[in-house]
């Protein structure tokens, strides 16, 4: 049998920083063929690749034997390959029917859209997917989630697909509608799709996929049947590198409890939280997507206080409701998206430094310049932040600059609690590095360190315990000598699990 | 041998030194140095044609005559460099403008007449900006409903009436501090009190992070709808500040101000730099913008050109200065 699409020596750079190279693929009608990889090993830009977004720098893709070039997404629908993303691209104030053909409406004589047209072809697509209970005229802003992405694989088998691509089709949906979707993909996969399935979570994977490709740091690592392969061998090819020479951790003594949480909540992200930090200690925090890891620092920030719950810093029970009032208690966020909530792009690198303790570097109403002057300068010599000088716009530093800058803020407040959302996410290698060594230097002063992170292999390699949460719940909390990969995997999808077997 | 071969080096180091500090000093001050040029440039063009353009009562009459704009630009440059805008301060400034006429008339000392338009100006706008930092109403909207109370309230109470007889002592526009008029004097100290003010104080730090990024803002502590209802108070008070010397400088007051009052002042913040997206700009450039265009218009006057084209002269200017500012942002990003 001919593969409907193959990918040969695919290679992709982005400013000189190589995303994807030398990577092939293949997939044949009536298969699920999963890729897997940890963030940043390249799944989203073979995908992008894929579906049109992106032009390969080198390497063919084939589709039924003949090469093709894909220059935008609409060559890639025509060529029969389709995509549903994470992050689902509809319309929410139209109408399913209307989303569903949008940009290849049936046509009368005369131009005129053909609407009876338009909403029988969305019924029977949905009914297809066994989707009968979903009206085609209801808005889109109206769905849940699961019922949007029923409507978005309708949208793309509109197109005739032959190959469809979902990316991380499962991180948004609750238990039951993630066994419907896997019932969608079996039908589509009895129909002879081909389907690449991008998705972190075990259990899927051996449930539905019959291949899997696996991807490292932007090259092809291998391609195994399901059936030759286990949950520890994937890991071990996904990570695949000694993880203690990668992350130089230190050995620090660990002193008093700083941070005591018992029984903290907020929404249903943040659920019935307890756990404590030393100093010294760095506490990881591993989950998947959607876990509540994020939503957890929020809360403990301030930044969605928490609704019920005891919070005590150093012995001291506190009620944080404000971001200001969790940085005077010496509780510090680095956050995840550091462009929207980290820092100011327009405003100067002393600027920013300064921007949490402007009581600090003023005599309560001017601003000390010479004093930010030297702070910023202590700081950029500190993280060895490569700039022109202090008064550089930090939005023209590369993106470990300004993570080191943000970190450098948060510094300045002399935090007791340090929380670091992903790191050194879209952060170099070097600086990366950079970054761990001085959370190991923090860590030897004394501050206790938060450190979420969806690399499993940071998680591993910097922190003294692993806390693990899933579906907003701590599962479990292990120590460093305990966790590996395996346990701390199993622990990310262990609620899941329990309510597969119950 | 080795002293010469240092000393190229440090001259490189020091030139390199005054082009970092030139660098900066262009870079913060870009457009304010673009609009000195233009006004500058302006003068000497037209004085050529018509040398009476540069008389002492000329320049007289083209920076007192427009000095409260400027007054109340300055409060807007704060507003828009929060990320807000007020597109209500025109009406606002005419109903400060008839309070003052009204107690001045009414047998109020004059320091009555002169006081409490700056304090209804900042308890209005105290309401203003408890609804855009508390209630979370876009500040567009909330100012536009401002608008047209004030405007709408202004007409009825007066009855569109022109307040005349005027005691002397109140017209603090007609006169003279060390024989320099009173509002030139005002606009100048206050510009510069509030640039100092905008660009060394903590308060004025956080101003422009709120209007870089609300976001990061708040996660770095600041506390946003204090500030927001700090800067549209602050606001107000400049606006009866401006109103105050609206109303002193002739010997009636309309009830009606300038049309497009607000639009003149919030041109002036922007032509001066301040980005209409928030987070940069400075007083300096809105009151030099205010003196550009005051100049502008003076100057069709003296080369015979009717003055309805300042409008379209100033249309052309803004959009110049926008397309400006996206440039540069869009240099900066990358």
Redesign the interface.
């Known amino acids: 049998m001919q593969p409907i699409v193959q990918l040969n020596g695919l290679g992709k750079s982005f400013g000189g920083v190589k995303a994807l190279k030398n990577v092939g693929l293949d997939i044949y009608p009536g298969e699920v063929h999963a890729l897997m990889g940890e963030n940043g090993a390249g799944k989203s830009t073979l995908i992008k690749i894929l579906s049109g977004l992106y032009t390969p720098d080198e390497g063919t893709i084939t589709v039924n034997g003949e090469a093709v070039t894909f220059s935008s997404t609409r060559d890639a629908n025509a060529a029969g390959i389709a995509t549903v993303y994470q992050e689902l691209l509809l319309f929410p104030e139209l109408t399913v029917a209307e989303n569903i053909f949008l940009g290849n409406y049936p046509r009368r004589a005369g131009g005129m859209i053909d609407w009876p047209a338009v909403r029988a072809g969305s019924r029977k697509l949905l009914d297809e997917l066994d989707t009968h209970d979903l009206d085609v005229d209801k808005k889109v802003a109206n769905l849940s989630v699961a019922q949007r992405q029923r409507v978005e694989i309708a949208k793309a088998l509109s197109k005739n697909a032959k190959v469809l691509i979902m990316d991380e089709p499962t991180a948004s949906l609750v238990e039951s509608d993630v066994q419907r979707l896997l019932d969608i993909v079996r039908q589509l996969r009895a129909r002879g799709v081909g389907i690449l399935y991008v998705s972190h979570r075990m259990p899927e994977i051996f449930a539905v996929c019959d291949r899997v490709t696996i991807l490292r740091d932007g090259a092809y690592v291998a391609t195994k049947n399901i059936d030759e392969v286990d949950e520890p061998a994937l890991v071990s090819l996904m990570v695949g590198r000694s993880i203690d020479n990668l992350f130089p951790k230190v050995g620090v003594p660990i002193g008093k409890p700083v941070l005591e949480v018992a029984g903290l909540n907020h929404g249903n992200r943040v659920r019935d939280i307890s756990f404590t930090v030393r100093q010294g200690e760095i506490l990881g925090v591993a989950g998947l997507v959607g876990s509540g890891r994020t939503e957890l620092a929020l809360t403990l920030f301030g930044m969605t206080p928490a609704t019920s719950g005891d919070i005590r810093v150093e012995g001291e029970a506190v009620a944080i409701t404000s971001p200001s009032q969790a940085r005077n208690l010496g509780i510090a966020y680095v956050p995840e998206d550091r462009g929207s909530q980290g820092l100011i792009k327009s405003m100067a690198i002393r600027k920013n430094v300064t921007l949490a303790t402007l009581d600090k570097v003023s005599n309560g109403i001017f601003i000390r310049t010479p004093a930010e002057m030297s702070r910023a300068a202590e700081a950029i010599k500190r993280f060895s932040v490569r700039c022109r000088d202090a008064d550089q716009p930090i939005g023209q530093l590369s993106g470990g600059n300004q993570q080191k800058v943000v970190i450098a803020k948060w510094l300045e407040i002399k935090p007791r609690v340090l929380i670091l959302d992903e790191p050194t996410r879209g952060v170099d290698v070097g600086a990366k590095s950079e970054i761990h060594a001085i959370m190991g230097e923090l860590a030897r002063e004394g501050v206790a360190i938060i450190m979420i992170s969806s690399e499993l292999p940071e998680v591993l390699g910097m922190s003294d315990r692993v806390m693990v949460m899933a579906e907003g719940r701590v599962t479990e909390i292990l120590e460093r000598s305990d966790a590996t990969p395996e346990r701390v995997g199993a622990a990310m999808t262990a609620h899941r699990r329990e309510e597969n077997a119950a | 041998m080795s002293n010469l071969g240092n000393a190229p080096t440090r001259r490189t180091t020091s030139a390199h030194l005054i082009q970092?500090g030139y660098r900066?000093f262009l870079?913060d001050y870009g457009q304010e140095i673009f609009v000195l040029a233009a006004i500058v440039a302006l003068f000497v063009c037209v004085t050529l044609v018509n040398p009476r353009f540069i008389a002492v009562n000329n320049l007289n009459t083209i920076l007192s005559g427009n000095a409260y704009i400027a007054v109340a630009a300055i409060g807007m440059a704060m507003v828009i460099i929060t990320g807000n805008i007020d597109v209500s301060v025109g009406a606002l400034i005419g109903v400060l403008a008839t309070v003052a006429g009204t107690l001045a008339t009414s047998g109020y000392p004059v320091w009555v007449a002169w006081t409490v338009p700056i304090l209804v100006g900042l308890s209005i706008n105290t309401v203003i900006g408890l609804l855009v930092a508390y209630a979370r109403i876009p500040s567009i909207v909330v100012t536009l409903g401002a608008l047209s109370i004030l405007r709408g309230g202004l007409i009825s109470v007066t009855g569109g009436a022109w307040i005349s007889n005027l005691p002397p002592s109140f017209l603090l526009a007609q006169q003279k501090l060390l024989g320099v008029p009173v509002p030139l004097v005002a606009m100048i100290i206050l510009t510069l009190l509030a640039a100092f003010w905008m660009r060394?104080?903590?308060?004025g730090?956080?101003l422009?992070?709120l209007g870089?990024?609300p976001?990061?803002?708040?996660?770095?502590?600041?506390?946003a709808e204090r500030r927001i209802v700090q800067v549209f108070a602050i606001h107000g008070m400049f606006a009866g500040l401006a109103a105050v010397l609206f109303a002193t400088q002739l010997q009636v007051i309309q009830s009606t101000v300038p049309p497009n009052l607000e639009l003149t002042i919030i041109t002036a913040a922007v032509i001066g730099g301040v980005s209409i997206l928030g987070?940069?700009g400075t007083v300096i450039g809105s009151t030099l913008a205010t003196i550009l265009f005051a100049t502008i218009g003076s100057a069709l006057i003296f080369v015979n050109v009717s003055a309805y084209w300042l409008r379209a002269v100033i249309g052309l200017l803004i959009l110049i200065t926008v397309l400006a500012d996206m440039l540069r942002?869009r240099r900066?990003?990358?």
């Open positions: 970092s900066r870079g060394n104080s903590a308060f730090r956080s422009y992070a870089g990024n976001e990061a803002a708040v996660a770095s502590g600041i506390p987070g940069t942002r900066r990003s990358v």
